[in-house]
């Protein structure tokens, strides 16, 4: 019960387990079918572990050897296909075994029918990758959920567990098509192109039918940026104040002039919120906050005609707000312990009443006062009823039942007259509007009527002061718009029948039993719960469930021979060994190890790290580590009788660290504190050509001791919007301050430059981002990135700091990081790394990027798909110096020269490889203008900044 937002979890790793969030679906249109939330979203996520955990018989000696890598095949393969087969198979079985869910509800219905009718039923590549373009995160659980039920109409239910199979035995991976004609008899491709003509023809058909009982309605489109344009209220002035998410820009509540025309920003908003106007002009809304690093909790909030916005209520798990015409209170919904209940407030969001009773078997959603503020309108939920429109007076007694059925009623809004009542029901399969009449004296209602007659779907009505007209969230292919219809609710016809998944005994043969059936409070009483209730411990999901093997790569110095460079010697060999991580299913604790053998010279590298949550804030651990450094070229030593003999020089580094993480996050931003303190040992040895230890020469000071101290400042309150090719309109920043003492130093080297290695420092970064509105399928975007470090004392010496190169990340596929880069501290791209070193560096870079291409493409069912593509123009600056230090024999000097400057260009693609998480694939030339060798072509994984 962290969070105000539905949603539920299936983790493999370290072991299966699933997490479900207790608040019930009441705030939209997708999740509203079920009859028991809980045993709907367990059902849910164990299909995805009985599904994702399955493996063949080389998966499972791999499984027997190595234990739950979090991997795909071969050991996990069902995590290597497509979202829409992961998440298609989970919502199918959703609705099979529960008699409700999206499968047999009506939104995922919608936005397949909707796309198959307007033109942009998507193909299966399209449907195969993950895109921003509607429907966005919605595509692999509508399609594939719908693609399934077709399948398993035609060829029986048994088949999805033979496909099952034949993905997890697969010796060669990523074969979909093999699989479904091992389970179905056919190919996904003709299979999806024979649904998609099948939808179609069904369109067609229901046109044609919806045609000759009313006619269609044909709504004016107030707005058509798409995506989200949800829930509009009409103010007393005409107005139309509603969330809207085009995608591009901030969620924001967005007010609209009467009869459409420009849409403008009244206050940025934390995702889709629900509003209702106050009498002086100002609208209160709802909206989710963290109110610590793990709690997420929805508030009420009002924003005046000026768009300054007030906070009403904190930590009140308020949503869903209406204010009454006269101002005097206000109505919402408030979630606590699994389910909710209705309350009033004050205007200023004080003195909070209950009006009904929490109970696990009821659910409210949209209350709605009437205009003469007597009575309330709402949609309740019982279970095994699904949501129906009822009418309560002030006290929260129930007064009418305005529907009685197993179809879902929602948004309950009133005529400004108080003669009507309107809500949204997908009574007939379609979302559509509907009212009665209500009587003015006891608000008993007449006899329903239906108001529109869409093919695609109606929801949210809301009907002008002046009575003339309806206003609505409809539904199209590429989202949700606000439109309206002249209000004419006498001319209203009688609403179609009820669809047959609504009948009773529909849905999958899930029948109404709300008598027979044991109310859900009962059920949940511990003594009716099976098995023994235990405190919490976290050692069974702790103990380590895999390992995996692990490799560092070999360290090699130049051979260097009379000044001249003669070869390269691995010194440090490459290692090999393992790494295993777990944490507990609460993330109380949680560790990983690491730890490599090299094969010659047994040298061990490794690191453990432990952190411990359980105080909430901040997050406090331990880590150790050791690991192995040379020197970039060998060393002469000089014997005593003359000779002489080429050494290498190496360090092994031990590391103990103790720290402490203290988080502050919001939904716009996050900032953290993080404080830690290490004790170093190393230790120096000197190699003889074979690399055996040598023994003619020796070191005064082979061991030091150091310890270090850090704290680090981080802030970011950067945006970055489904639609875009960057982070935008913000700032993010660290501060990194540090100091190192050497310790058991002899007085006489205390604060001598190469005796004395304590040193001081502080690096500073600042990134700061504007959107540019310009034509394009997203912003375009100015970058800038100021980077500056400063050192001081003996050990501050003139390598402390390098800047040049291009900054990029390891690719995670192989887990060998064949590619892709590394963190460069001082990046100037077309420089080489280290191009410059000292105690004092700087590097900055300035970027225009541009969208170029929302592909959205696959290649069939190759495990390939490219999202968009970006480009950007750059420049680069940076330069490092210092330090100048007197010693007894030279001087060693490292003066400030010319910055490194660079410009260039790079192309950026967003690619979802073998149909995991996305890949940023970035390339680019640099051109450096001042101490540069010529133009450097680079490939890299990830953003630049």
Known sequence: DASDATNGLAFLFPRNWIMIGAPPPTDGVALAFFDDWIELVVVHELAHIFHLDRTGALGSVFRKVLGRVPSPW???????????????????????????????????????????????????????????????????????????????????????????????????????NSAAEDAFGTDFGDAWQRWRAEQEDRVRALRDSLSLRAPITEPEALTTAGRYAMGPRVGSDGRLAYARSDGTSDAQVALL???????????????????????????????????????????????????????????????????????????????????????????????????????????????????????????????????D????????RLRHRVTRDRAVDLAPAWSPDGRWLLWSSDRTGIWNVLAVPVDSG????????????????????????????????????????????????EKGFEPFPLDPRFRDGGGGGTSMRAAEDAPLARRLRPDSVPGRIRSYSPFPTLWPHFWQPAFTSSQSSLVVEDGTVTGRTDVVGSGVGFFTASRDAIGRHGYSVQATVTPKGGRLQGFGAYSYAGLGNPVVGASAAQSYDVASSSLVGRADDGSEEILFLTERERTFTLFSNFVRRRFRSVSSV?????????????????????????????????????????????????????????????????AREEIALPDSLSGVAGGDRSFQDAIARLRAFKSVPLPGFANHVLALRLIGGVGRGPGADGFHYDVGGVTGSAEPITGLELFGGGSVLFPVRGFAEGERSGRYAWSASAEYRVP?????????????????????????????????????????????????????????????????????????????LQGGKGVDWYLRLGTAF
């Open 74 to 176: 071969p050991l996990f393969p069902g995590i290597g296909t497509p979202r829409w087969v992961r998440e298609g198979l989970a919502t199918y079985y959703e609705s099979a075994l529960t008699g409700a869910g999206r499968t047999h509800g009506t939104f995922h219905d919608m936005v397949v029918r909707t796309a198959a009718a307007e033109g942009a039923f998507e193909e299966l590549d399209e449907v195969s990758g993950d895109s921003p373009v509607w429907p966005d995160g919605t595509r692999p659980y509508a399609y594939g959920s719908l693609f399934f039920e077709s399948l398993l109409e035609r060829h029986g239910e048994e088949r999805m567990d033979r496909f099952a199979d034949a993905v997890a035995d697969q010796w060669i991976p990523y074969r979909l």
């Open 257 to 387: 002039e009467p009869g459409g025309g420009r849409t403008t920003k009244l206050t940025r908003s934390n995702g889709i919120a629900d509003l209702s106007w106050a009498p002086d002009g100002s609208v209160v809304f709802s909206q989710l906050e963290f109110t610590d690093p793990y709690r997420v909790r929805s508030d009420l909030y009002r924003v005046g005609p000026d768009g300054g916005a007030e906070r009403l209520t904190r930590g009140a798990r308020l949503d869903q707000p209406d204010v009454a015409r006269d101002g005097s209170a206000l109505v919402a919904v408030q979630q606590a312990r699994g389910t909710n209940r209705l309350v009033v407030l004050d205007a200023d969001g004080e003195g909070l009443r209950p009006l009904t009773a929490l109970d696990p078997d009821v659910h409210w959603a949209y209350p709605r006062f009437s205009p003469d503020g007597r009575w309330i309108a709402v949609s309740r939920w019982r279970t095994r009823h699904s949501f």
């Open 389 to 396: 429109v009822v009418i309560l007076d002030r006290r929260g």
């Open 442 to 489: 006891t608000a008993r209602p007449g006899a329903a009527v239906q108001l529109t007659n869409v093919i695609t779907g109606a929801a949210f009505p809301s009907v002008s002061p002046d009575g003339r007209w309806l206003y609505f969230s409809g539904y199209h292919a590429h989202g949700w718009q606000v439109e309206r219809v002249p209000f004419r609710p």
């Open 674 to 738: 993080e404080v830690a303190g290490s004790y170093i040992r190393e230790r120096l040895e000197l190699l003889e050509r074979s690399l055996e230890r040598s023994t003619r020469f020796r070191l005064l000071r082979p061991t030091r001791q150091f310890l270090q101290g850090r704290v680090t400042l981080f802030g970011d309150n950067t945006r970055r919007h489904p639609f875009s090719i960057s982070r935008e309109d913000g700032l993010g920043a660290t501060l990194q301050l540090r």
């Open 852 to 928: 170029l291409v929302l592909a959205h493409e696959g290649a069939g069912l190759l495990p390939l798909f490219l999202d968009r593509i970006s480009g950007s123009l750059f420049l680069d600056a940076g330069n490092a110096w210092g330090p100048e230090l007197g010693l007894e024999s030279r001087r060693f000097q490292n003066p400030r020269l010319d910055p490194l400057v660079s410009v260039g260009g790079e192309v950026t693609a967003i690619t979802i490889p073998f149909f995991t998480s996305s890949l940023v694939l970035r390339t680019g030339l640099a051109l450096p």
